[in-house]
């Protein structure tokens, strides 16, 4: 079988069996693209050591619920908080539940000197889904989470701990809460009839 092969100095194109590709120089040869311009849509990026399109080269080209790039070079959901950028100066990444990076614009941050703990769901402002916990706070949150259009998050960093008579008290809604100690109360976590608590890496210490 006869492969024709035409090669244009002039623009450094080629057509290999019909299809248009670009020259490499260096193997005299027809490739899927040497830089980025040859490539679009989905398949935004070149891939040099292989001279093929692909979606992404690292994690600076994901985003939305697919912010991580794979080892195949394809934007997927993130798994672990360490695939998450820094949410803002010393407040580590989450990984929210829809497989999104948690940003600072949804962020609320508490810690033991703060006094921002929202012990109320009418308490956590707009546009809020993600309460990190830092160190040990003191206070107990009774939320009411049926009316949010998607599930709240709680997340404990630098040994995140929650003390309080009932630590997390949840009627209606869907909280999902991960890194956390939760100590105090009887019990220290209680989800009513209509509420829905998820738990990942939870502890739950001194509850009668």
Not at 35 to 51: A, E, F
Not at 108 to 134: C, D, H, R
């Amino acid at each position: 079988m006869i492969r024709a092969l035409f090669l244009s100095s002039a623009s450094t194109t080629c057509q290999r069996a019909g299809s248009t590709s670009v020259c490499k120089p260096e193997t005299y040869s027809c490739v899927e693209c040497l830089d980025d311009d040859k490539c679009s849509g989905t398949l935004k990026r070149c891939k040099v050591d292989t001279n093929t399109c692909v979606e992404c080269l690292g994690s600076g080209d994901c985003s939305g619920t697919k912010p991580v790039c794979d080892a195949n070079k394809t934007c997927q959901p993130c798994q672990k908080d360490n695939e998450c950028s820094p949410i803002a100066a010393g407040v580590d990444g989450v990984c929210m539940l829809d497989g999104h990076c948690a940003s600072s614009s949804e962020t609320i941050v508490v810690s033991a000197t703060s006094g921002n703990l929202p012990a109320t769901e009418a308490a956590i402002p707009a546009g809020k889904t993600l309460l990190v916990i830092q160190g040990a706070v003191s206070g107990s949150l009774r939320w009411i989470l049926t009316s949010r259009p998607q599930p709240m998050t709680i997340a404990g960093q630098n040994t995140g701990t929650l003390t309080g008579s009932l630590p997390i008290h949840v009627s209606g809604g869907d909280l999902y809460v991960k890194n956390l100690t939760v100590t105090g109360g009887s019990p220290g976590i209680k989800a009513d009839t209509a509420g829905v608590i998820r738990l990942n890496r939870v502890t739950a210490v001194n509850n009668q």
